[in-house]
């Protein structure tokens, strides 16, 4: 499973061009865009929440990690019985699929 959302702890800097441009376009369409930026960055989870969040469910086999400057990406492993025998562990790549 992978999950990719907005932080509510972006990038200050980025965070306020975006919204300058985006109060730039004054149409409609524009200010509804604005509007559902602004409710989806309210209702983001910042990445202390999202590893709280995981914890407290039971997850073990995730990460949380910031994926630039606005977003947050959350991995998910369910584990797989192996058909054939695991690699040794010199041989292992290392494993990108992580808890804290």
């Known amino acids: 499973m992978l999950v990719n959302d ?14 300058r441009e985006m109060a730039d376009d004054t149409s409609e369409e524009g200010r509804y865009r ?6 989806s960055l309210q209702g983001a989870y910042t990445r202390a929440e ?3 969040l995981l914890r ?3 997850l073990t086999s995730w990460t949380a990690e ?3 400057p606005m977003a947050l ?3 998910f492993r369910r584990a797989v019985a ?3 025998p695991a690699p040794t562990a ?6 990108p699929w992580r808890s804290p």
């Open 90 to 95: 010199s041989a292992a790549p290392s494993d």
């Open 34 to 39: 604005l509007r559902t930026y602004l409710i």
């Open 66 to 68: 910031p994926d630039g």
């Open 6 to 19: 907005l932080r509510r702890d972006p990038d200050p800097f980025i965070l306020e061009y975006s919204l």
């Open 56 to 58: 407290h469910a039971g």
């Open 82 to 84: 192996r058909t054939r």
């Open 73 to 75: 990406t959350l991995r």
């Open 50 to 52: 999202v590893y709280d």
